[in-house]
């Protein structure tokens, strides 16, 4: 079955460095979304892609966060000055064209460690 | 901002227990999603519900959604080691391809052999 790659599985950065989460989405899929899982809590919405643009952001995805599909396989989240509170499990998902509720894949997470 | 409850938080239970865990809202969502994830890896599909009162089976689980689309129901039958893991459920606010999925908290459910 095909599946979403994530790089690194583990991330571990001093704060207010500058980190890049990769991700390789499904390759005939055409929507991307970043999630992110603090410890013991729920998972939650960061950003939406398609088209080569964002669609739809939460209010955590503020202005140091950032997102670039630099070529036809890679799908990126930056990271500009970290925090502490920016430590997290992140995942990348992906879906088809068709409505996003039919089949949305996770990858198996970055986990980030901001000391 | 809508929000999922599920419940309970955790679940233990003996082999070949039945077990039954809820997923609630005060709004309504277009579409509810069943999620199991594993210590380390990222949230698996287990099946999507759409239509209120809509009922799926996954072999020995049992996914409801609510008549009024706010709540859903998994019921396991003949509980295994196997179905040990993290319970999610998650709704999409509506049918559009770009929307977001908001996630409940989850039921930790472990069953002991």
């Known amino acids: 079955e095909p599946e979403v790659t994530q790089t690194p599985s583990h991330q571990v950065t001093q704060m207010g460095q500058e980190v890049i989460l990769r991700c390789v989405p499904i390759?005939?899929?055409?929507?991307f979304y970043w999630y992110r899982q603090i410890l013991g809590q729920k998972v939650e919405f960061l950003v939406s892609f398609y088209n080569n643009e964002i669609s739809e952001k939460s209010e955590i995805f503020d202005d140091q966060f950032s997102v670039e599909r630099p070529d036809g396989s890679n799908f990126t989240l930056k990271i500009r000055s970290t925090k502490l509170e920016d430590s997290a499990m992140y995942f990348c998902?992906?879906?088809?064209?068709?409505?996003?509720?039919?089949?949305?894949?996770f990858g198996s997470g970055t986990q980030l460690s901001v000391l | 901002t809508q929000l999922l409850e599920q419940s309970p938080q955790f679940l233990s239970i003996q082999e070949g227990e039945n077990l039954t865990v809820y997923c609630n809202s005060s709004?309504?969502?277009?579409?509810l999603q069943w999620y199991r994830q594993e210590p380390g890896e990222g949230p698996v599909l287990l099946v999507t519900?759409?239509?209120?009162?809509e009922v799926k089976k996954l072999k020995r689980l049992t996914f409801q959604f609510g008549d009024a689309r706010k709540d859903s129901s998994l019921h396991i039958t003949a509980a295994q080691p196997g179905d040990t893991g993290l319970y999610l459920c998650?709704?999409?606010?509506?049918?559009?391809?770009?929307?977001?999925?908001?996630f409940g908290k989850g039921t930790r459910l472990h069953i002991l052999p």
């Open positions: 998650a709704g999409a606010q509506s049918l559009n391809r770009d929307d977001k999925i908001i």
């Open positions: 519900v759409v239509t209120g009162g």
């Open positions: 709004s309504v969502f277009s579409s």
């Open positions: 390759s005939n899929h055409l929507y």
């Open positions: 998902a992906s879906s088809a064209t068709e409505t996003l509720w039919e089949k949305l894949f």
